[in-house]
């Protein structure tokens, strides 16, 4: 990705979301440290802005990670980001349904994200791509790494998460979702 000066050679492993605490950039910048330490040509990118993001890049200098782990900020272009990625991590501590996992599996990316909120919809373990407790840097990183180890199995699961959400959750089947639990509120109510 020659605007962000990322070798040609490189994988990417990608995160789109804000940059606050509750979408676990610390622990992903921790598991980063792991999987650099054990992979070669792969960098992070790091999409998103908010309040902690010159932490977040203080830590990536911190942990000597920094030349490897590229911030992005706020983009309109997030499609054309993935599409030029292996993998997207999403280690949030709490979550509703993941607009960005969505996303990612629409580009047809494997997916390593923890277990919560809305997540687990979308997210199939082993299938999908790989769920891993929250707070958990090893279980993290090792998730990276078998993704990055397995390019077979790695399209296998970015192939099986774009078919989920083309079948799943197309705009028709959300609705349809949405106006079932108003029927059943209305109807609870009533009697």
């Known amino acids: 990705y020659d605007e962000f000066d990322i070798p040609s050679d490189h994988r990417i492993i990608v995160n789109v979301a804000r940059l606050v605490a509750q979408k676990g950039h610390k622990y992903l910048i921790d598991a980063a ?52 990625c292996e993998m997207f991590v999403m280690p949030s501590l709490f979550e509703g349904l993941c607009m960005a996992v969505m996303e990612a599996f629409a580009a047809g990316l494997p997916v ?3 277990p919560v909120g809305g997540i687990p919809s979308t997210v199939i373990d082993g299938q999908t791509g790989i769920l891993v407790p929250s707070r958990d840097v090893g279980k993290l990183a090792k998730a990276m790494i078998s993704i990055l180890d397995n390019p077979v199995k790695a399209g296998e699961m970015g192939l099986m998460g774009k078919n989920r959400i083309d079948r799943c959750f197309t705009v028709d089947k959300m609705v349809r979702g949405t106006e079932s639990v108003y029927d059943y509120i209305l109807n609870s109510s009533i009697g």
């Open 112 to 114: 390593v994200a923890t």
């Open 33 to 84: 440290k792991i999987v650099l330490s054990n992979c070669d040509n792969v960098t992070f990118m790091i999409v998103g802005d908010g309040n902690l993001r010159e932490e977040l890049i203080l830590s990536t200098e911190h942990a000597g990670i920094a030349d490897r782990c590229v911030f992005a900020g706020y983009r309109s272009d997030v499609a054309a980001i993935l599409n030029a």
